[in-house]
């Protein structure tokens, strides 16, 4: 199939729009997710972007940035391993683990080039501030943008342009002469979103509320088995009685989400009602030591 001269351009400008909107708009259309949906639409395999996005985003799903640092970018990953994968027919988890994540990781130096950048046009802008040159801010501020766009635009064009004959070549290779490498990074790739997952696990308070989370795989659990025996039932009796043309969908991904949902109010209006007790009942840092008592009346304990 290949990859066409629009389709490259389109990514492009995508990838150099994704971080400003990441960084500014925070729209969603700058998470690895998105980036999948819309380079799948771009290639027109739509589902395989949904899966390589889906897998990259719960691949990053505990990794987050804190002050400036610079966490790898899976949503450039994303878009060439897409584009990759559906113009080469290039195995979707091959893909995943032998393009997205290696490049992810490489743009990083990228990310922290941009943020060197933008310290020229920073200092452009103290400068302004002290001769009140208000027009001049604004424009040296969305001037920021094109080192943030060009740190991801420019590495996706040059892979997408020059990187297709070569990633072709090493597939095809790897494919016949090294069937085993394919296995393994398959495998790989596979694995990758649980690593997502025990990332995030390692920062929530798993200890706290470990009730809650057995709760939700089980019920996840339960739920996932009811469904595929009801659509197995429904296909045997499609089979038999022909007028039967019920369709029986699985549990929607909307449904657990809002189990989860449930039980995080709960726990979180356990929280505020034990704060609230904790406020009520601690005495006010008055010179008095005067308390507020549940009906808002000040009392004087000292008198």
């Known amino acids: 199939m290949g990859i066409q001269w629009w389709q490259i351009l389109l990514l492009t400008l995508y990838a150099g729009y994704q971080i400003c909107d990441e960084l500014t708009i925070n729209s969603s259309a700058g998470s690895a997710v998105f980036a999948g949906f819309i380079s799948g639409v771009i290639m027109g395999d739509m589902k395989t972007g949904l899966m390589i996005g889906g897998a990259m985003q719960l691949t990053v799903l505990g990794v987050g940035t804190f002050g400036g640092s610079s966490r790898i970018d899976a949503n ?98 790897m494919n016949s002469q090294l069937s ?43 739920f996932a088995t009811i469904y595929a025996a009801v659509g197995a039932l429904g296909g045997a009796v499609t089979g038999v009685a ?37 406020a009520t009942a601690a005495p006010s840092a008055t010179k008095q030591n005067v308390e507020l008592d549940e009906k808002g009346e000040i009392e004087d304990d000292e008198l």
């Open 76 to 173: 450039s990953g994303t878009v060439l391993a897409t584009a990759f994968s559906v113009g080469l027919g290039m195995n979707q988890n091959q893909a995943i683990s032998a393009i997205a994540v290696p490049v992810a990781a490489l743009l990083i130096q990228t990310d922290i080039i941009a943020r060197f950048a933008n310290t020229f046009f920073a200092h452009r802008i103290d400068k302004l501030i002290e001769e009140h040159k208000y027009r001049a801010i604004e424009r040296n501020y969305l001037y920021g943008a094109i080192p943030w766009a060009l740190s991801r635009a420019l590495p996706v064009f040059l892979a997408l342009t020059f990187g297709g004959g070569l990633v072709n070549s090493v597939v095809s290779y």
């Open 180 to 222: 085993w490498l394919a296995t393994g990074l398959e495998t790989a790739g596979a694995v990758l979103p649980a690593v997502g997952f025990a990332i995030l696990l390692r920062y929530l308070p798993v200890k706290k509320h470990f009730p809650y989370l057995i709760i939700g795989f089980v019920l996840t659990a339960i």
């Open 242 to 278: 022909k007028n039967f043309t019920y369709n029986f969908a699985g549990l929607p991904m909307l449904g657990i989400a809002l189990i989860g949902f449930g039980f995080a109010a709960i726990e979180y209006k356990r929280g505020m009602d034990k704060h609230e007790a904790a």
